[in-house]
């Protein structure tokens, strides 16, 4: 093929806007959102997300390990077909982990995200990520525990005002446990001996 031919095609993908995306377990990132100006169509491309919920009033809340940013999310109303700007809940350039949880109680988003050096290949989390969304989700609680194994799972006590989030690990031995409240935030975290 001529320099000719080839500069043409190279011109003619450039025109269209093509979004490339890399990474995943053996860059060490996770996927990104796509930031194509324009495509064929002319509908802006939706991001990809390593975890995404609808929420029980419509909404839907998406988050995305970013290689070298950390723990992204992005929501977008019921009535709505455009995603929010990219927002850091957790920064950190470390290895993604193999796990991202998302939970709905009753509007509140809860989050749980571990990452570590080589925990995409069994390896423990370093860092485990404890996050809550509420109302209009553009600010978020968070919870760092470092060398921990990570939390398993969440769960709600009570309703309204007053209800408490538990974010859990057992193992034989005990129970780790760490509370978040609408009005106090997270607690200090506990461990509760079997």
């Not at 949880?101 to 988003?109: A, H, N, P, S």
Request: glycine letters at 14%; proline letters at 4%.
């Amino acid at each position: 093929m001529s320099g000719d031919r080839l500069r043409a095609l190279a011109g003619a993908a450039l025109a269209v806007g093509v979004a490339v995306a890399c990474g995943g377990p053996a860059g060490g990132g996770g996927t990104a959102a796509p930031t194509a100006t324009g495509v064929t169509s002319g509908t802006p491309a939706a991001p990809r997300f390593d975890e995404e919920i609808e929420l029980s009033d419509g909404r839907r809340v998406g988050m995305a390990y970013v290689a070298g940013r950390g723990l992204v999310e992005r929501h977008r109303d019921t009535d709505s077909t455009v995603w929010s700007a990219p927002n850091v809940v957790y920064a950190t350039a470390t290895d993604r982990c193999q796990s991202l949880t998302l939970k709905e109680f009753d509007g509140t988003v809860a989050v749980i995200a571990n990452w570590g050096v080589y925990c995409y290949d069994g390896e423990p989390p370093t860092e485990s990520i404890a996050a809550v969304g509420t109302t209009d989700l553009a600010r978020w609680d968070t919870n760092l525990t470092r060398s921990f194994d990570g939390w398993t799972k969440v769960t709600a006590e009570g309703g309204g005002d007053s209800r408490r989030l538990l974010f859990t690990r057992g193992s034989t031995e005990s129970l780790t446990r760490l509370g978040w409240t609408r009005t106090g935030g997270f607690a200090e975290v506990e461990e509760i001996p079997r």
